[in-house]
């Protein structure tokens, strides 16, 4: 595994996303409203996952003026729905989807050291959970699987 090639989080990603994004709502016949579209591009724009709360205080920051919690959450709700942002169970945080063009499984790398999650994709993994599932008669809905450890950059560093 290379693991030392990220996904950069600058403007030009995170636009590049965004039109992603906007494709993959219109082909599902919602809407990613401007609201929808800044709280997306927000968790973009962050390295990390965010808890609702990360989250509201950022957009806050970005408005300049105080926003309704539960506006957030309905925003966070949507873009869940629509596979745009990811929740992650073991941290009760957001993260936003780094392959927004099509519907996938989820699985993260989570670093205990410097808290990136980098999301991987398996399909190797995803039909290997899909068996498990099968063989004991479960109908899965959603199978996020989140790896906890050291990222390649920490584990580099403690080295030194
Ligand atoms: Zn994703
Ligand atoms: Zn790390």
């Known amino acids: 595994m290379s693991g030392q090639i990220k996904e950069t ?35 973009l724009e962050q ?9 509201i205080a950022v957009l806050e920051e970005l408005k300049g003026k105080k926003i ?11 873009l869940i729905r629509v596979g745009l942002v990811h929740r992650l169970e073991s941290t009760h945080s957001y993260v936003a989807c780094v392959h927004p063009d099509h519907a996938h499984e989820t699985h993260y790398l989570l670093c205990s050291e410097c808290g990136s999650a980098d999301e991987v994709e398996s ?8 068996e498990i599932a ?27």
């Open 123 to 130: 399909r190797a993994l995803g039909s290997l959970l899909d």
């Open 47 to 55: 390295d990390k996952p965010l808890s609702a709360y990360e989250l």
């Open 134 to 160: 099968d063989r004991h008669g479960f109908q899965p809905e959603n199978a996020i699987v989140e790896i906890k450890g050291v990222c390649g950059d920490c584990a580099t560093d403690e080295e030194k």
């Open 9 to 43: 989080s600058g403007s030009a990603a995170a636009d590049a996303s965004i039109s992603l994004a906007e494709e993959r709502c219109k082909a599902a016949g919602e809407r990613l409203t401007p609201a929808r579209r800044e709280a997306y591009r927000a968790m």
């Open 68 to 78: 309704a919690p539960l506006t957030v959450y309905r925003h966070l709700d949507f």
